[in-house]
């Protein structure tokens, strides 16, 4: 069975899919919310698109911040001076195995939070939280004050609620995907995707820190 990104992607590529049409869907999304929205793809994409182009047509959407998933930092100064001049935020990933000296680069270079791998592997929801997590977001905050966002596997309410305790957001893209894929064809697909979503939000306690969400651009 695919993994739920891969199994996404498929779909998406079956029924057409375009980044034009993902940027159309971003703009009409922003007509109704303010919440700010990553751009989160595979740099070849982005580089069919064009690079100038991408960062124009993204800012115009009201895309706030992109994370390119295999593009390095080593490799990416002429990248992130491109959305840094539309005012969008390169966000950049991290991982249990990152050594201390590359986390402090990738610190130096990204804004608007950092994304941090839960564990070493690929995409798709666990049943367990690892300490791996935690001690990557204490190694983060030792070298950034940016927010931290836990991604990878995070798929129950009792694991956002373990990953509030010491980062500020849980990333439940895997989890969304899967139940996406289970309700294909639904009728009230949108409004049961709303209901699992809602039902992910564990009861917040008072010594969690931002309670699963990131600043606002008014707010760094």
Known sequence: MAKPFSAASERA?????????????????????????????????????GEDRLANKAKEAGVDAVLVTDLIPEEAQTWIEILVQRDLEPIFLVAPTTSDQRLKEIARQARGFIYAVSRAGVTGTRDEMTGDAEALVKRVRSVSDLPVAVGFGISTAEQIRQVWHFAEAAVIGSAIVGEIEKLAGSADL???????????????????????????RAQR
């Open 13 to 49: 590529l079956r029924k057409g899919v375009t980044l034009r049409d993902v940027l159309t869907c971003v703009a009409r999304a922003k007509q109704h919310i303010d919440v700010p929205i990553v751009l989160f793809s595979y740099f070849n994409p982005l580089l069919r698109f």
């Open 190 to 216: 949108v409004d049961r995707i709303g209901e699992f979503a809602r039902s992910l939000l564990a009861p917040k306690t008072n010594d969690s820190p931002q309670q699963g969400t990131l600043p606002s």
